[in-house]
């Protein structure tokens, strides 16, 4: 039963990767117009094809396979599932595209299924059909869980990055709007003195201000992408103080002061629980150690003595 379930995965996968792979009617008409253009153009089939075999064989056969398996993979998504890895991979800094990151989903959910199987089929487990079908089941969904773990650990240390740094931020903001740069001005400097995240985070607000959005549209993006409470205080504050005209220089002098203040306040919180992080290592690790160096010499005095 088990050699039959085994072949049915592998025709299934076989099938599966036949019909993602195999290129489509619209590709096969883009290839023969990018053909024709080339020999229009006095471009000779020989000179195409040297300036692609110089090309490595991953940028020349592995990446269009797996771009190609990426954007079959993204259509059968579901929508909600797309939204949701769209806007993880924003809060992380764009590391990879929507489709690339799905397909890689995909795919490490296909390899852990596979290993399940294949071990089950060399160890020769015998047993309900349903227990042996759980443990590839398993496989798969920590395999498709591990993307999601890694961009989990991206999001949050771009978070805390983000809100390290938001009251030096906000320092250069306040300096920089009280000597007579406007706000905009200000948020450029700061894009500019700032490095990775801050740069490309106010970096994208300017670039929408320049599209034509509004000062509080583009700053409620800027608060829905770093998804910091820290970042969705300050943008409501800005917001406020532009609409109702108040000093920009002053909100954002009270902004720092509370933001500094907040920093100070998580630096004592983390201080106050080291102690009882410490605990477990000390139980674990340094007793024994301690028991063993001051009752050890006692415990093998007491055993000769018994023994004579």
């Given at each position: 039963?088990?050699?039959?379930?085994?072949?049915?995965?592998?025709?299934?996968?076989?099938?599966?990767?036949?019909l993602?792979?195999?290129?489509?009617?619209?590709?096969?008409?883009?290839?023969?117009?990018?053909?024709?253009?080339?020999?229009?153009?006095?471009?000779?089939?020989?000179?195409?094809?040297?300036?692609?075999?110089s090309?490595?064989?991953?940028?020349r056969?592995?990446?269009?396979?797996?771009?190609?398996?990426?954007?079959r993979?993204?259509?059968?998504?579901?929508?909600?599932l797309r939204?949701?890895?769209?806007?993880?991979?924003a809060?992380?800094?764009h590391?990879?595209?929507?489709?690339?990151?799905?397909g890689?989903?995909?795919?490490?959910?296909?390899?852990?299924m596979l290993?399940?199987v294949?071990?089950?089929?060399?160890?020769?487990?015998?047993?309900?059909?349903?227990?042996?079908?759980?443990?590839?089941?398993?496989?798969?969904?920590?395999?498709?869980?591990l993307?999601?773990?890694?961009?989990?650990?991206?999001?949050?240390?771009?978070?805390?990055?983000?809100?390290?740094?938001?009251?030096?931020?906000?320092?250069?903001l306040?300096?920089?709007?009280?000597?007579?740069?406007?706000?905009?001005?200000?948020?450029?400097?700061?894009?500019?003195?700032?490095?990775?995240?801050?740069?490309?985070?106010?970096g994208?607000?300017?670039?929408e201000?320049?599209?034509?959005?509004s000062?509080?549209?583009?700053?409620?993006?800027?608060?829905?992408?770093?998804?910091?409470?820290?970042?969705?205080?300050?943008?409501?504050?800005?917001?406020?103080?532009?609409?109702?005209?108040?000093?920009?220089?002053?909100?954002?002098?009270?902004q720092s002061?509370s933001?500094?203040?907040?920093?100070k306040?998580?630096?004592?919180e983390?201080?106050?629980?080291?102690?009882?992080?410490?605990?477990?290592?000390?139980?674990?690790?340094?007793?024994?150690?301690?028991?063993?160096?001051?009752?050890?010499?006692?415990?093998?005095?007491?055993?000769?003595?018994?023994k004579?």
């Amino acid at each position: 039963m088990l050699s039959l379930i085994m072949v049915l995965v592998f025709l299934t996968f076989g099938t599966m990767t036949y019909l993602l792979l195999a290129p489509s009617d619209e590709q096969i008409m883009i290839w023969r117009r990018a053909g024709d253009l080339r020999v229009r153009r006095g471009a000779g089939p020989q000179k195409v094809e040297d300036e692609e075999l110089s090309q490595p064989f991953s940028e020349r056969v592995l990446r269009p396979i797996f771009e190609n398996l990426y954007s079959r993979i993204m259509k059968i998504a579901p929508l909600s599932l797309r939204d949701k890895i769209r806007r993880k991979l924003a809060q992380a800094g764009h590391p990879m595209d929507t489709a690339r990151f799905i397909g890689i989903k995909a795919i490490s959910a296909s390899i852990g299924m596979l290993v399940g199987v294949v071990f089950f089929t060399l160890g020769n487990s015998k047993g309900p059909v349903l227990s042996q079908l759980m443990f590839p089941i398993l496989l798969a969904y920590i395999g498709a869980f591990l993307p999601e773990f890694w961009l989990s650990a991206k999001v949050g240390q771009r978070k805390k990055a983000l809100g390290k740094a938001l009251p030096d931020v906000l320092d250069l903001l306040s300096v920089s709007v009280e000597a007579g740069l406007g706000f905009d001005g200000a948020i450029q400097k700061v894009s500019e003195k700032f490095s990775e995240p801050i740069s490309g985070e106010f970096g994208l607000y300017l670039k929408e201000i320049r599209l034509g959005k509004s000062r509080a549209d583009a700053l409620r993006n800027l608060a829905d992408r770093t998804d910091h409470p820290d970042y969705r205080t300050f943008t409501a504050a800005i917001i406020q103080a532009d609409q109702l005209g108040a000093s920009m220089a002053r909100v954002l002098r009270m902004q720092s002061e509370s933001m500094r203040l907040k920093r100070k306040q998580r630096a004592e919180e983390q201080a106050m629980k080291a102690p009882v992080k410490m605990l477990f290592p000390l139980i674990m690790f340094i007793f024994p150690t301690l028991f063993l160096v001051i009752l050890g010499p006692a415990v093998i005095h007491i055993l000769r003595n018994y023994k004579m």
